[in-house]
């Protein structure tokens, strides 16, 4: 159980153009899901809070006009990069808290994404 | 703020030998402590958690304590395997609110027969 899938799990773009990436709860709902960055060889750094049905949280320093967060069901938060550049280029992660209310929360496999 | 700080990698131990990985935070309340671990090409997944002072989590003969007067809370297992390989992270949150979780640099294990 308490499993989360991402998609896609790499993806290649040109600098300029936007990406989506999907986090998916496959068998709980999620009233919270959580985005993440990971720079090689790094920690995971939190870029927002998601809870479905309202505006996203994000952290000091992040950019919500760049990166948008949408979290239209318990089950289903997507991740937009905007006009994406090489710097954007890095690992996203989401992770999910379960509606039940515990405090543990379930990662995603990751998205590599790569802007030329 | 509140931080996480873990000790520096990589670790390269051999198969059996005892493994500590210390991680010390900085936290203004009383946190709970998690240990995450991530395999090669894997998500992050939960290995053991401690929710006050004194707690040991365990899971998969690791074990951490929840050290309130030192506030650390060391990653520990009597003997390790090849399958251990992977990045440790540690990391603390706050009940209630979204409980955000703050992550330590992590720890690369390297385990070699």
């Known amino acids: 159980g308490a499993v989360v899938s991402q998609h896609p799990s790499r993806v290649i773009c040109k600098s300029g153009t936007s990406v989506k990436i999907e986090c998916r709860s496959l068998?709980?709902?999620?009233?919270?899901m959580f985005w993440y960055r990971q720079f090689p060889k790094q920690s995971l750094m939190l870029m927002a809070t998601?809870?479905?049905?309202?505006?996203?949280?994000?952290e000091q320093g992040v950019e919500k006009d760049k990166f948008l967060i949408n979290h239209a069901s318990l089950t289903l938060s997507t991740l937009t990069v905007t006009s994406a550049h090489p710097e954007d280029s890095s690992f996203y992660i989401c992770?999910?808290?379960?509606?039940?209310?515990?405090?543990?929360?379930?990662f995603g496999p990751g998205t590599r994404l790569t802007v030329l | 703020g509140d931080s996480v700080t873990q000790m520096e990698g990589p670790v390269t131990l051999s198969e059996e030998a005892f493994l500590t990985i210390n991680c010390t935070y900085t936290?203004?309340?009383?946190?709970?402590l998690f240990w995450y671990v991530q395999y090669p090409g894997e998500g992050l997944q939960l290995l053991l958690k401690a929710t006050k002072a004194d707690d040991k989590g365990s899971n998969k003969g690791f074990e951490a304590t929840y050290r309130k007067e030192t506030t650390s809370f060391h990653l520990e297992k009597g003997s390790v395997q090849v399958s251990d390989s992977a990045v440790y992270f540690c990391a603390l949150s706050f009940s209630g609110g979204y409980n955000k979780l703050i992550f330590g640099a992590g720890t690369r294990l390297a385990v070699h027969p």
């Open positions: 998601s809870n479905e049905g309202s505006k996203a949280t994000y």
């Open positions: 936290a203004t309340g009383y946190p709970s």
């Open positions: 992770s999910a808290r379960s509606q039940l209310g515990t405090d543990t929360q379930y």
């Open positions: 068998d709980f709902q999620a009233t919270t």
